[in-house]
């Protein structure tokens, strides 16, 4: 039996376009590998029974009498999404950033299962990397698994399991899914009118569905009417695609919050804000006290209509104050904007998320990509994802996994997405951005790092 797209699924499909992709990227870099690429191929072809979906693509119905299903692929090829690539000697971070900013850049192909994963060697010290994309229509929950949390293992001994025989399942005809919708409709009159407008492109109404299927997507409704403040991070994206990395020690960023008070994800923002205010004044933009840029920051919550806690992820609006010279000052206000986000009791704490979800941080961001989708470009400057992750070592085939970035997509109207993760004592960010509009991101990820080795001299 198929099983259909969702609407909110279903629309981020209809939403997307060649030149705002929504698919999440993750790089995984890890020790050198013994059996090389051959080794982590062989391991992701053997996991891949713990994840149906990855191998089932999206059927149109016919006339787009409903939203699309989900249907094995008779012609899938695991030598199509598994691919091998390599960086040039020296093989620095520089090269393999430029790999992954082309990678990034194309969108999935629709006509196959949405996915696929880039074994790249070729890297300094003999390391190599996994560079993996995964469309937010194959996450809808974090019941869901992405094929990053698969290649995983806590110790390196892990045995790799015997592969499956699969054999797909026949695809529905057209007569069938058109039968289908019917059937449904019948049982729910309303569906029509939901098919109807997601058919003609609707936009409004669609955002309206994905702002109602996740339970509220913005709790901040005064802002949320308020358009976002100009910024050179609003514009028409184009189609290609730079990405930057920064690093932080986890424990200089705990030293500023036992110094300051606060979070460590206000900690972060508060970093990301002061890179943005001098990432600014280097570009020549106005900077006076009253300037800000708005930042969307999805946040995991608990979902009690579900009895599961981080069962759903919402997104608030937040004006990081980049016109504040004073760093503990924007600290201070920062923290008091996120305090609503855990006084309310929804929100979960870091320690519970992890222990829900193992290493998760693809499925969360991905989470957090899709709450974003639904806005309004008009209502924020950028998106921040900050997802936990585990503080003890993980192993990919026997080798031990040394940094993890998140590269979260770009939403249509945007120029920086900026993913953060917590791995082993150290702090990953990624930043997305447009090549166009911000080609010079690699500059933002060194204020960033200046940012953090400031504040944390500061405290010692």
Avoid: C
């Avoid at 279903?10 to 870099?29: I, K, N, T």
């Avoid at 986000?341 to 290493?359: H, K, M, N």
């Avoid at 400057?381 to 080798?399: D, E, F, I």
């Avoid at 997509?409 to 993913?419: E, H």
């Amino acid at each position: 039996m198929t099983e259909r797209l969702t609407t909110l699924d279903a629309s981020f499909l209809y939403l997307e376009d060649a030149g705002a992709p929504m698919h999440v990227a993750g790089v995984l870099v890890l020790e050198p590998v013994d059996g090389g690429l051959d080794a982590l191929a062989e391991l992701l072809e053997a996991r891949l029974p713990l994840v149906p979906r990855y191998r089932q693509r999206v059927v149109p119905v016919p006339g787009h009498l409903a939203n699309p299903v989900w249907a094995d692929d008779p012609d899938f090829d695991v030598a199509y999404h598994l691919r091998r690539s390599a960086v040039p000697r020296p093989g620095t971070e520089a090269q393999l950033l430029d790999l992954v900013s082309r990678v990034t850049s194309r969108p999935l192909d629709r006509r196959r299962p949405l996915w696929e994963v880039y074994l790249v060697e070729g890297l300094a010290e003999g390391r190599v990397a996994v560079v993996t994309k995964t469309h937010p229509a194959l996450v809808d929950g974090l019941g869901a698994v992405d094929i990053a949390q698969v290649l995983l293992d806590p110790t390196p001994d892990v045995p790799v399991p015997a592969g499956d025989s699969w054999t797909p399942r026949r695809v529905p005809g057209p007569v069938e899914l058109v039968a289908g919708a019917l059937g449904e409709y019948v049982q729910r009159p309303t569906a029509v009118v939901e098919t109807a407008r997601s058919a003609v492109g609707d936009l409004r109404s669609t955002a309206a569905r994905v702002r109602s299927a996740t339970g509220g997507l913005v709790r901040a409704a005064r802002s949320a009417v308020v358009p976002a403040p100009h910024s050179p991070l609003n514009r028409r994206a184009g189609t290609l695609r730079r990405v930057a990395v920064a690093r932080a020690d986890l424990e200089d960023l705990k030293a500023i919050r036992r110094a300051h008070g606060g979070t460590v994800n206000d900690v972060l923002l508060t970093v990301l804000t002061g890179a943005l205010r001098d990432w600014l004044l280097s570009r020549g933009e106005p900077v006076i006290g009253s300037t800000a840029v708005r930042a969307l920051v999805p946040v995991s919550e608990r979902g009690e209509e579900k009895g599961l806690p981080g069962s759903s992820v919402s997104a608030y609006l937040v004006d990081l104050p980049v016109g504040e010279p004073n760093p503990w000052v924007r600290l201070a206000r920062l923290g008091y904007a996120m305090r609503s986000v855990t006084s309310s009791g929804r929100s979960v704490r870091a320690d519970t998320l992890i222990a829900l979800t193992g290493f998760a941080p693809p499925t969360l961001h991905a989470l957090g990509a899709r709450a974003a989708r639904g806005l309004s470009r008009r209502v924020f400057n950028l998106v921040v994802t900050n997802v936990p992750g585990p503080q003890v070592p993980l192993y990919a085939a026997g080798s031990r996994m040394i940094e993890v970035f998140p590269v979260v997509p770009l939403v249509g109207g945007q120029g920086l997405a900026v993913g953060m993760t917590s791995y082993d004592g150290r702090v990953y960010i990624g930043l997305n951005a447009d090549r166009d509009g911000v080609g010079d991101v690699d500059v933002l990820a060194d204020l960033v790092e200046q940012e953090v080795g400031a504040l944390t001299e500061s405290v010692r």
